[in-house]
């Protein structure tokens, strides 16, 4: 809108500036004519944006849900759902139009009259002259101008009100007979009707029932969990498909997308193979919140979109790059064996000479077999699990647990730290701890030699 108006006021003063160079007298538009103006174009582009937003047809059951969807929404917006409600055993009664006050309605003043010429005596002096009728608001007494005036303001206000709803649903049926299909109009859509009577016919003219509408809410539940054999082109896309078939199917009440438990290990499960370990992890670190019924598919959603970014690292585009979901993932690295970076400069400058290369050596190829599976399967793999992370390697080696270890340009991730955090209280790891830093300050120490 704004952008409108100041097109206009530039087109008007180039419009100026060429007129008094031709001798022409400019033409000045008034403030009340420049109202005018901006009224009458805000009203054309909110007509125009309505219209435009107007995108769902309904032409039969396929477009029902999303049509009834837009029709809800717009009858929320208008304040006339209360009215509609087909589930509403009485639905709330439209505005009536009300009554404009009358002045003989309230009492009037006292007037004194004069006898005129030519009366007889006897007719006398009428010195007063009640219960005439009033013509304007000072005809009346004090007390009646004010309860007029109190009974005007309140005209007004409700007709202001019955005069808001009256265009309210003008525009909500002048929408509806645009959204629907001419056989649905003609069907469904009688002019003297009410609103509540247009919805309920077109609900019966559609043959939508309540079980075909939770059908296709379990199938497209259902969809969104397949289980992905390999990282789709665009993860943000699947992330979003998901969590809208999630609030469809819980406002449908799909009893899958109801049950925590039950989309918690649906969505799990359909990105296990594509995102490894994260999903282990993810399901110890939030099976807490699972039982208590605290977490929510939003937070999921969120959170499982901070590991797309941090696996994506700084690739601006919404599509998946290639290796993006291999194991090691940038810089960012959770335990010292097998993630850690492979870059130049990344292993420790302390070890020196044939046997340090032979060690670094040692790591990459760990750390490309293990490129191949995120975790190791638990009849395949040698290594302990970490008391500290939880993760699979030695716990001298634990980043968490020994900082000092860790590579340049290493972060630890919040749920891994907030867990060896809870674990470093534990009495037998700091038994464990002790040990190995004892065993480190010894002369001679070769411990770091003894696990490659």
């Known amino acids: 809108m704004g952008k409108i108006i100041n097109q206009f006021f530039e087109t008007y003063d180039s419009l100026k500036n060429l007129l008094k160079r031709s001798h022409f007298e400019p033409i000045l538009l008034t403030i009340k004519s420049l109202i005018r103006f901006q009224s009458h174009i805000g009203f054309k582009t909110s007509k125009m944006s309505s219209n435009t937003a107007s995108t769902v047809i309904l ?11 837009q029709f809800r929404t717009k009858a929320v917006a208008y304040s006339l759902w209360e009215h509609i409600d087909p589930e509403a055993r009485v639905p709330k009664a439209f505005l009536t139009e009300p009554e404009e006050p009358k002045l003989r309605d309230y009492p009037t003043g006292t007037r004194e009259s004069t006898v005129t010429e030519g009366e007889s005596q006897s007719q006398g002096r009428r010195r007063q002259q009640r219960g ?3 013509t304007t608001i000072a005809d009346l007494t004090l007390e009646g101008q004010k309860a007029y005036q109190l009974a005007w303001t309140v005209y007004t206000h409700r007709l202001k009100q019955y005069t808001d709803e009256k265009n309210n649903i003008r525009e909500f049926k002048n929408w509806v007979t645009s959204s629907i299909a001419p056989h649905y109009f003609d069907s469904t859509c009688e002019p003297t009707e009410s609103l509540r009577v247009w919805y309920e016919n077109i609900i019966e003219h559609s043959g939508v029932s309540e079980g075909m509408i939770i059908t296709a809410a379990r199938d497209k539940y259902k969809e969104a969990v397949v289980v992905l054999r390999k990282p789709p082109k665009d993860f943000d896309a699947w992330l979003n498909n998901w969590e809208q078939a999630m609030s469809h199917g819980q406002r449908k009440k799909v009893p899958e997308a109801q049950s925590i438990s039950s989309w918690f290990d649906d969505f799990l499960h359909a990105v296990e193979p594509v995102m490894g370990y ?21 937070i999921l959603a969120n959170d499982f979109r901070k590991e797309l970014r941090h696996r994506k690292g700084n690739t601006s585009s919404g599509k998946t790059a290639k290796g993006s979901f291999g194991a090691s993932f940038g810089p960012k690295t959770d335990c010292a064996e097998g993630d850690a970076p492979t870059s130049q400069g990344a292993e420790s400058s302390s070890s020196t000479g044939q046997r340090a290369e032979r060690r670094s050596i040692r790591r990459h190829k760990r750390a490309a077999s293990e490129n191949q599976e995120e975790v190791v399967p638990e009849n395949q793999g040698t290594r302990p699990i970490c008391p500290v992370c939880n993760l699979k390697h030695q716990l001298l080696k634990c980043y968490y647990a020994f900082p000092e270890l860790a590579p ?3 972060q630890p991730r919040e749920f891994l730290q907030k867990r060896a955090e809870e674990n470093l209280q534990k009495k037998e790891v700091i038994d464990q701890l002790r040990k190995i830093k004892n065993k480190r300050h010894k002369p001679g120490d070769g411990e770091e030699d003894k696990t490659d």
Do not use: C, I, M, N
């Open 278 to 298: 994260w999903t282990t992890s993810y399901r110890l670190t939030k099976q807490s919140e699972v039982d208590s019924g605290s977490l929510t598919y939003r």
């Open 408 to 410: 340049d340009g290493f």
């Open 132 to 134: 005439s009728t009033a």
């Open 59 to 69: 032409r039969g059951p396929d477009d029902w849900d999303k049509w009834d969807k």
